[in-house]
């Protein structure tokens, strides 16, 4: 779905400030709160937005420790991952992937040794042949949507 420059000026007022209300962003836009209420609704329709729940850094949770895992996976077994995969809470993401693995995951952990453990809880399914695992020094860009939003309004 292409945005415009409203949708554009929303999104990035909304990444901004996420607890500003209906009426004020529509006050702040200079458009009519009906206009602000239908481009959200259509947005969130649409799958441009997936939600509005809190950031959560889990860090701040006890998790500072950031690794990534490339899996490789037996011929066959990639929904069976998938739902074992699921069941660990310190897997935050999984993407199946082109290229030397065929899974992706971003885990977080206590520490350098309960990183450890995670890998063993992750890699601990028949279906996972192998795993190599990078640890997160530092994250420059935290992941980021703003920059994104505002060329992709300035395209359409």
Same mark, same amino acid.
Do not use: K, W
């Given at each position: 779905?292409?945005?415009?420059?409203?949708?554009?000026?929303?999104?990035?007022?909304?990444?901004?400030?996420?607890?500003?209300?209906?009426?004020?962003?529509?006050?702040?836009l200079g458009v009519a709160r009906g206009?602000?209420? +239908?481009?959200?609704?259509?947005?969130? +329709?649409?799958?441009?937005?997936?939600?509005?729940?809190?950031?959560?850094?889990? &860090? &701040?949770?006890?998790?500072?420790?950031?690794?990534?895992?490339?899996?490789?996976?037996?011929?066959?077994?990639?929904?069976?991952?998938?739902t074992h995969l699921a069941t660990v809470?310190?897997?935050?993401?999984?993407?199946?992937?082109?290229?030397?693995?065929?899974?992706?995951?971003?885990?977080? +952990?206590?520490?350098? &040794?309960?990183?450890?453990?995670?890998?063993?809880?992750?890699?601990?399914?028949?279906?996972i042949e192998r795993a190599a695992t990078?640890?997160?020094?530092?994250?420059?860009?935290?992941?980021?949507?703003?920059?994104?939003?505002?060329?992709?309004?300035?395209?359409?």
């Amino acid at each position: 779905m292409a945005i415009d420059r409203l949708d554009g000026r929303l999104l990035v007022l909304l990444a901004q400030e996420p607890r500003i209300g209906v009426l004020e962003a529509s006050r702040r836009l200079g458009v009519a709160r009906g206009t602000v209420q +239908a481009r959200l609704d259509r947005m969130q +329709a649409n799958g441009v937005i997936r939600g509005f729940g809190p950031q959560v850094d889990p &860090a &701040a949770l006890g998790y500072p420790v950031t690794a990534f895992a490339t899996l490789q996976i037996r011929q066959g077994q990639g929904p069976a991952v998938r739902t074992h995969l699921a069941t660990v809470p310190e897997v935050l993401e999984l993407h199946t992937t082109t290229g030397a693995g065929d899974m992706l995951c971003r885990l977080v +952990a206590r520490s350098n &040794a309960d990183l450890q453990r995670v890998i063993d809880r992750v890699v601990g399914f028949d279906g996972i042949e192998r795993a190599a695992t990078t640890i997160v020094m530092e994250n420059p860009v935290p992941l980021r949507i703003v920059p994104l939003v505002e060329q992709a309004s300035r395209e359409n």
